[in-house]
């Protein structure tokens, strides 16, 4: 994918020490992805899905911003209090968007990525929402009940993309799966801020 | 299906004044059916999923619970602090499971429907997860983790079962699409109770 390593994604600081450490370890990533049936030909096949997605990730956000900003009840979290969309703040949140599938594709799932979920969850919570942009006038949280829900529209979108590069349905399918559990995977991270203690 | 209204399934208590009722109403419901892109099509076809998956629901118990049942960290939330699964319990709540499918397919979802989701929500948590079967000596709560993570077994597996009554490809799929988005808003129902005040 041509994003390769982030460098010039505002706010993108995997890696960085000044990002959150996650509270789980491997062994509990270990466990979650024994729940979902991720194994290695996921792995394979999630990498080979970054290689379908990368030149289409403009078109495949194109989408995705549509969706939200065609949903008053979503393109509000973007939004300041007078309801006018704040467009540095979605522009930045969108180069973001595209390094995710960069990651979500071609990145392990190792100890430094499960740090960044825990950022990325932090991002949509009180805790970090409005900081990393600046967008103090939108929001300060998205509700766990749309992080959630958006399992559905990521997974379900991203199909006719995977099919776009003339891979046999099969390679396509087993690319889907690997994408499908992956976003549960990641969604599932995401929640642990908004879970009460010992709960998560 | 043959399970029809819940007639003699332990501790079902669809409707009954007992069962909690949802912080949530009809307005919440309809934003994350929108979210989903939960419609008039997909009432359709999780209806005529409900045709085809009735007379199945022992078999597709059967692969649930042997999943659950082969993975020692899902397992213990049915069993003892020695490791014992409470044989009684598991089929207390299989039976639950069966009629879950049957209401998921053939309940319209309305105020009554949502009150439920909110007491299966509580029933995997602190509140209420061992009242209902009297199992006292599993763990009193399944965390947030793994009910989310449960969207994508519960979501795959259901695909090949959909097939099995010889409707063709596309019917086949928009039954998958409908169990799909449902799940994804029952377990979004489910997480409520696990979130800190005002975050969900």
Not at 67 to 76: M, T
Not at 100 to 105: E, K, N, R, V, Y
Not at 122 to 143: F, S
Request: proline fraction near 5%; aromatic fraction near 14%; charged fraction near 25%.
């Amino acid at each position: 994918m041509s994003e390769g390593r982030g460098v010039g994604v505002p706010g993108y600081d995997f890696g960085a020490q000044a990002t959150a450490g996650s509270p789980l370890g491997l062994e509990d990533l270990d466990l979650l992805e024994q729940t979902l049936f991720f194994g290695a030909e996921d792995e394979e096949y999630v990498r080979l899905a970054g290689d379908v997605l990368g030149d289409q990730a403009d078109e495949i956000l194109d989408l995705w911003y549509g969706y939200v900003g065609s949903h008053p009840h979503l393109i509000r979290y973007f939004a300041d209090s007078e309801g006018q969309p704040d467009t540095e703040y979605l522009g930045r949140v969108r180069e973001r968007f595209k390094q995710w599938i960069f990651d979500t594709c071609k990145r392990p799932y190792d100890q430094e990525w499960l740090d960044y979920q825990q950022e990325i969850a932090l991002r949509h919570t009180r805790a970090k929402k409005n900081q990393t942009d600046g967008a103090h006038e939108t929001p300060e949280h998205i509700p766990l009940r749309y992080i959630i829900a958006f399992i559905y529209p990521i997974t379900a979108t991203i199909k006719s993309f995977l099919a776009n590069k003339g891979h046999d349905p099969e390679e396509v399918e087993k690319m889907f799966q690997a994408w499908f559990k992956s976003v549960v995977l990641q969604v599932t991270l995401w929640s642990y801020p908004y879970a009460k203690e010992g709960d998560f």
